[in-house]
């Protein structure tokens, strides 16, 4: 066959259709990433249903474009789906590869609608796969017929309104109705089947109950005990008249049994037919998804926001935020000047408005906040794929467990969450986790659990991964140290295990005993904790040998404002992370020594080298440190801390964070800019690589 | 031939429904909005109506309140973008006989006008 690839394709849609449509895609792949790995071993019909309704709708839609290849694709899935569906496949482990293969290489082919450029993928050889996969003689999944018979209670008195018309001579119905799985408002059919019954008789019970239904819960299937005149094929085909009814089963119930529990319709084994998911639809006989009870899915109350208008609105309030800030200098101001009885009216009316406004825009700046969190789910989600391919390489059991995906954060954090995440889920597997031989020997079970937890606390996120494996090495990492002379013998051997299992942060450290091309070599945890720290988020880490690791990450809510020290140097005001600070003290009350040439802050038993703020941010203008004394800032970036030389503290405030490269371009030391109430600019210092650097600009005696 | 009305604000959605109408030897005739909708129910009187939920002037839903106040048989199936669930139901207890969610695959909609017009 020879590769088309690079040559320029044709879709049936304009710009309109496209956004529509890969929003669309978008959504469903998203729903097959999160969801196939758990097709494995024994799923849920609810989920199954949900995933081959995914695939179906990725079918339809592309072949509503011309995509002839994502369609067929998208068939060979659906094919495959639809037999696991119905119990004549199993969802083994090989389904799912092939079922994983073809999303990815569906992700590829949605793109093409964007670029509209062949990207030589082949799909006829995973279509192969995929009919492969459901030809092989698999072990069908547990026999339908195994299922127990649907029971349906009546409520008492249910019959009561009716018997007039029993004793009339009308028949009682016991009603089963499956409404087609691609039909995407389920509900709205289960209301019209309902309203059809009504039309033609008396509907003395049903379920899910008339509330439910009305309610918008989704469910795909409706029985019902109908009393009327008409006849059982009277009664079908009025029902079958209602669009996306797949089926209608009904039987006449004696008066007798018609209370109390009846039973309804065992869902028939399907018989393997034609491939032809057309066919399919026509025999379309759903399992149920949710019978009794509301389900949990509710109609969602949402919009979607294009997310650069959301920025803009952010950026938009930070501007109020400012001008607040400004309004209320401005009153304080004038309140000292204006003593005049005349203008108190005036100035309290003032006084008043501006307090308003602040509170508004506080207000304000919250709710657009909050519009741009996102639920973590977005990330965790794509972890099970990971584990399991991770897994998969290295030979490992390992099961993952994850809560808290409702805990909402910003989504400029989401972003930049994802790959510190994803190492350090690596780590767990790769490192973290025995084989199932080592934790067989270990008397523990072959499968590892690694799980992923999120939480929120004040204004923090926090996500913990927990492994129940070996545990970090500290003699190892003891040894390791010393070899690569990063610290003494004895000042190794002298710390405790809690502050050793830290070391894994440093630079240029792995344990592992050989390079392994999962977690790479040694990159890794150092890069991990220079990027948390860098959203102004801490991580730690805590581990008992032969029992697991824990790494929790702490991270802000939004990137979008921050709390920060506010301090003056050499006429600049510049806003210091609260998070990073660990203490500020006036010149007086430090402890100052010389040390080798340089100044240094003595503070609780440790010394800190000193740094001009200003010079370290490269301010090249004369230094004069005020006459009357200066302050000092110490600050922390993993456990290394320094002491920063500031003329002022100017208070703690909440700064909307710019980013340098709309105003002046990146500057090392800054991670961005605010602007200040009287509108000029504060710069945000990037502790982090200040400490770092910290030995090159300590200050000379 | 049956006679279809079509009504959406969105001009793209009146052509592409057209198309696969017209097509398919149906006479269409198109509104864009709810207002419109009712007098052209009222002056052509079509066989079936598809009925765009959000529009200008007057929605949807309303125009079907209105257009089953002058004819309590008027087939109108609503047409509806995912999300507007309590809407739709509003409408099928308001008297609509079917429903269509956006984007519509043209068998889909055929199915559905043809049930209409039966």
Partial sequence: MTSTKGTPLQFDLDDEDLKLFLEEAEEQIELLDQSLVQLEGEPDPALVQRIFRAAHTLKGSSATI?????????????????????????????????????????????????????????????????????????????????????????????????????????????????????????????????????????????????????????????????????????????????????AVRLRAVPPSEATGPIEGFRDEPQQPAASSSEAAEARDEAPPETLRGGSARKASQSVRI?????????????????????????????????????????????????????????ELQEQIMRSRMLPVRSVLSRLPRLVRDVAVKCGKKVDLVTAGEETELDRSVIEEISDPLVHILRNAVDHGIESPEERRAAGKPETGTISVTAWNQETYIYLAVRDDGRGIDTAALRRKVVEKGLMTREAAEAAPDEQVVQWIFMPGLSTAKQVTDVSGRGVGMDIVRTNIERLNGQITVSSVQGKGTEVIIQLPLTLATTKALMVSANGTVYAIPLVSVTEALADHEADIHTVGGRKTLRLRHRLLPMIDLAAALGDARPRMLPTDGYFVVAARHGDRQAAFIVDRLLGEQDVVVKSLGDMLGARKGLTGATILGDGTLGLIVDIASLVTEQAAVSVPA | MATILVVDD???????????????????????????????????????????????????????KEIRKVDPNAKVAMVTALG???????????????????????????????????
């Fill in chain 1, 66 to 246: 011309g995509h002839k290849k994502m369609a067929s694709l998208t068939h060979a899935m659906e094919t495959v789906l639809d037999a696991v569906r119905q119990g004549r496949r199993a969802p083994t482990s090989e389904v799912v590869d092939a079922l994983l293969a073809g999303l990815d290489a569906l992700r590829v082919l949605a793109n093409e609608v964007v670029t509209r450029v062949d990207s030589g993928i082949v799909t006829e050889r995973l279509e192969a796969d995929l009919m492969a996969v459901l030809d092989s003689e698999g072990p069908a999944a547990a026999s339908p017929e195994a299922q127990d018979v649907p029971v349906y209670v009546v409520p008492a008195g249910a019959l009561e309104c009716c018997w007039e018309e029993v004793e009339q001579g009308h028949g009682i119905f016991f009603v089963d109705v499956v409404v087609a799985s691609d039909c995407q408002l389920p509900s709205i059919r289960c209301y019209q089947v309902l309203q059809e019954m009504e039309s033609i008789g008396r509907l003395a019970a049903c379920w899910p109950e008339r509330d439910v239904i009305e309610a918008g819960g989704g469910e795909y299937r409706m029985a019902g005990l109908l009393v009327t005149r008409q006849t059982e094929e009277q009664i079908a085909a009025a029902l079958k008249a209602v669009s996306d009814v797949a």
């Fill in chain 2, 84 to 118: 507007q669930q309590q809407i739709v139901l509003e409408a099928v207890k308001s008297g609509a006989k079917d429903f269509l969610v956006k984007p519509a695959e043209a068998d889909r909609v055929l199915a559905a006008v043809s049930k209409l017009c039966n």
């Fill in chain 1, 306 to 362: 294009d997310v650069e208008r959301l920025d803009g609105l952010m950026n938009l309030v930070g501007e109020l935020v400012i001008d607040r800030t400004r309004l209320q200098q401005v009153r304080e101001q004038l309140s000292s000047v204006l003593r005049d009885a005349s203008l108190s009216e005036l100035m309290d009316n003032f006084e008043e408005t501006t307090s308003h406004l602040a509170r508004v825009t506080d």
């Fill in chain 2, 10 to 64: 969105a001009a793209f959605m009146r052509m592409r429904m057209s198309k696969i109408l017209t097509e398919a030897g149906y006479e269409v005739i198109q509104a864009e909005n709810g207002l419109e909708a009712v007098e052209k129910y009222r002056s052509a009187k079509p066989d079936a109506v598809l009925m765009d939920i959000t529009m200008p002037e007057m929605d949807g839903l309303t125009a079907l």
